[in-house]
């Protein structure tokens, strides 16, 4: 049983694969944090002697003569505001007289056999038997307001599932002010804080910090989880690295506004906390009302940060992205034609593309209303017969006449002035009447708090879905929202954008949905539960790609990146990379081309037809493998990294040296996950190596001739 109730010792005992996390009733009142870490199978008596005296931390008054008992210094699960903790609460409720003051208290357990559903967003899901849920009631008193904690355990993984329920049992209108997903207390601070933080064109890089006192915290205001900083941060102990020592990794399934903190206080104990962004945040609760929080997924690994990340990659994998696709090989035309394009020159390109090994041509930004340029016709997603005088159709049947399928570019969420859509309802767009838009890329958001909003987008597609044989959508989101006028707004807003990828995917189920947000500006399980594969960047150069791809998979599987070949001058950085190298670093993703095929030489032709039909063979490979990083681009001068089936037999290595050096140095190395009794060939030479001297060992690189070269291995196991 992965929960046990002691009766006795008034405690919670939460098992899963490798670990244990440990809850305490303290007074028959408080719900405690005893334990997380790896697997105990008890705790002694005194780790539930959590009082201690300690100056200016009052006592409630029922222990008006014990001075020891103080909330302030108590481990909490779900800490209250302004009963005498002066740290971080996890909610925040406001009454009709004003006051803020809460002080839940415990009520009750159970414990069910089945992981539950969260009412309009999504979570990670569940097979039979593979999961079991404890549900702790707590209750408000004076305020009747019920908060419900669920705790799920999976059985066979490192992971923990964590949400809030919220239920109104009496009178008063209350407004949520705050109340996070997750929230415990960890009894030293020795630790250091890992971090994804970013910009566009350069996300999820990583800043690994020491704990100090006070808060440090992370979060997104911007209405998305942004590129600047994910809803994701791990705990690290001092000695961890890839392969050992102790990592706590915390994710929000949400795709809107978060907040995730640590405080360090006065006895030099740890609070974490991950939820949604309290900043400029309320939500009405109205009697016999409730109100649920998004997921938390919490991850122990004993063994490193590469223990973490494959099992947020197979937890990802197998239970959160709802529908697995055949992903195919495409060429986008964005960086080949920009805004600049008509039916003729679609044609010439898509005709390129014959005989490359692309499986699908995907028509980007510009095929619909007046759209020559970003300052008009979003929201009008009608084609322009202009540019496009045979339609949408037409396009489509000359992918499909050049044995590609087709795919197309929208931005649903968005609406530009110029366009018919905002003069016949300028009311769909977020704004304040008497105040003047902020544009951001010449455009507006739309509403998703309104349900018309919504109804129009999903129409929208759906007309076209009907109509023209698309299998693929790339799906965009090229701004923030500001001029949220109502403090609900972003987290509405993010339920409509469920609503409509729920209703969508749902619908159109052999539609394969690519998410965008100008590149990797909304990287997060939620999307992820809908679109199963994200443009990781707007930077293209493969340099670049190796930081942002390298920190990405920290949290995020390689199946949901998604990484293309494109043209030299690089049109972000300038950088001259070679081709092979550019196709390296992008078949470690979902793979595909951002250029116009007709420009590529004899030369570059065979290269496209060889990487195409390479990664048709690492793709299988791809989608059942145990990813490792083997060398750190933030760390040296290069960077590594390999996809190791899951039944040990075949391996990929992809190596990229970032700088050249005048010295011939050897250099080893070394891979991991292979069954060292084994022998391994690699596939180009047929040397033949055990697992152990490859793992122990390793590979001797060659002289690597010019920067950025690149070099892929390839091995299998043999008898």
């Known amino acids: 049983m992965p929960i046990i109730y002691n009766e006795k010792e008034k405690t919670f005992h939460l098992e899963g694969k490798d670990y244990s996390y440990i809850i305490g009733i303290a007074y028959d009142q408080y719900i405690t944090h005893l334990y997380y870490g790896k697997q105990v199978q008890m705790v002694h008596p005194s780790r539930r002697m959590v009082a201690r005296e300690l100056g200016f931390s009052p006592s409630p008054l029922a222990f008006f003569k014990n001075r020891s008992v103080s909330l302030d210094t108590m481990p909490q699960e779900f800490p209250s505001f302004g009963y005498g903790d002066f740290r971080i609460p996890a909610v925040m409720i406001e009454q009709e007289n004003g006051s803020r003051i809460t002080d839940f208290k415990y009520q009750s357990y159970e414990i069910l056999d089945e992981k539950p559903i969260i009412k309009g967003m999504p979570s990670c899901q569940s097979q039979e038997n593979e999961t079991q849920t404890l549900v702790i009631h707590l209750m408000d008193e004076v305020l009747q307001l019920e908060a419900c904690l669920y705790y799920t355990v999976y059985h066979h993984r490192n992971v923990l599932t964590r949400f809030v329920k919220l239920v109104n049992h009496g009178n008063q209108h209350l407004k949520i002010k705050k109340c996070v997903s997750c929230s415990f207390d960890m009894h030293d601070k020795e ?237 769909y767009a977020i704004r304040i009447d008497n105040r003047e838009h902020a544009v951001s890329r010449c455009q507006l958001v739309l509403d998703l708090s309104k349900k018309e909003v919504c109804q129009y987008i999903i129409d929208s597609i759906s007309q076209l879905l009907d109509t023209v044989p698309i299998s693929y959508i790339k799906w965009d989101f090229n701004r923030n929202i500001t001029e949220t006028q109502n403090p609900s707004l972003c987290h509405q807003y993010v339920l409509g954008l469920y609503f409509i990828l729920d209703t969508l995917t749902a619908k159109y189920p052999h539609v394969l949905i690519e998410g965008c947000s100008g590149g990797g500006g909304r990287v997060d399980p939620g999307v992820l539960y809908y679109t199963p594969q994200i443009w990781t960047s707007d930077d293209t150069d493969a340099i670049e790609r190796l930081f942002i791809q390298y920190g990405t998979s920290l949290v995020y599987p390689p199946t949901t990146m998604v990484g293309h070949v494109s043209v030299v001058p690089n049109h972000q950085t300038g950088r001259v990379t070679p081709f092979y190298t550019r196709g390296i670093v992008a078949m470690s993703a979902n793979f595909g081309y951002e250029l116009n095929p007709q420009v590529l030489t004899k030369e570059e032709r065979q290269m496209v037809k060889q990487q195409t039909k390479l990664y048709q063979k690492i793709r299988k490979c791809l989608y059942s493998s145990d990813f490792y990083r083997l060398r750190n681009p933030f760390e040296g001068k290069d960077c590594a990294w390999s996809f190791v089936s899951k039944n040990k037999k075949q391996v990929f290595v992809m190596y990229v040296r970032i700088l050249n050096g005048a010295t011939n140095e050897f250099d080893w190395l070394k891979l991991k996950g292979l069954q060292a009794n084994k022998l391994y060939q690699d596939v180009q030479t047929k040397e033949i190596y055990t697992g152990q001297e490859l793992m122990n060992v390793g590979i001797l690189l060659p002289r690597h001739p010019y920067d950025f070269h690149g070099i892929l291995y390839e091995f299998k196991q043999i008898n």
Request: aromatic share 12%; proline share 3%.
């Open 191 to 427: 630790y250091q804080f890992l971090q994804l933080h970013g910009t566009h064109c350069k996300e999820r890089h990583i800043e690994i910090t020491p704990l100090r006192h006070g808060i440090t915290k992370i979060e997104s205001r911007r209405g998305s989880s942004s590129h600047m900083l994910n809803p994701f941060f791990a705990l690290l102990r001092k000695d961890t690295n890839e392969d050992q020592g102790e990592v706590y990794g915390v994710n929000l399934v949400y795709s809107g506004n978060f907040e995730g903190a640590i405080e360090v206080d006065q006895r030099d104990t740890t609070r974490v906390q991950m939820g949604l962004g309290s900043f400029d945040f309320s939500w009405n609760l109205l009697p016999n009302e409730n109100f649920e929080t998004p997921e938390v997924v919490l991850v122990y690994s004993n063994t490193g940060l590469n223990g973490m990340s494959q099992t947020f990659h197979d937890l990802y994998n197998e239970r959160l992205i709802k529908r697995h696709y055949h992903h195919p090989i495409v060429v986008n035309n964005w960086e080949a034609t920009y805004f600049d394009f008509n039916e003729e020159k679609l044609a010439a390109l898509i005709q390129s593309a014959k005989g490359l090994g692309i499986e699908t041509f995907v028509l980007d930004d510009g095929w619909f209303g007046k759209r020559n340029n970003d300052e008009c016709s979003l929201g009008d997603w009608k084609v322009n017969l202009e540019k496009l005088p045979g339609g949408l159709t037409k396009v489509a049947q000359m992918a499909k006449e050049n044995g590609m399928q087709f795919g197309l570019w929208f931005e649903p969420e968005m609406i530009s002035i110029d366009s018919d859509l905002y003069r016949a309802h300028p009311e």
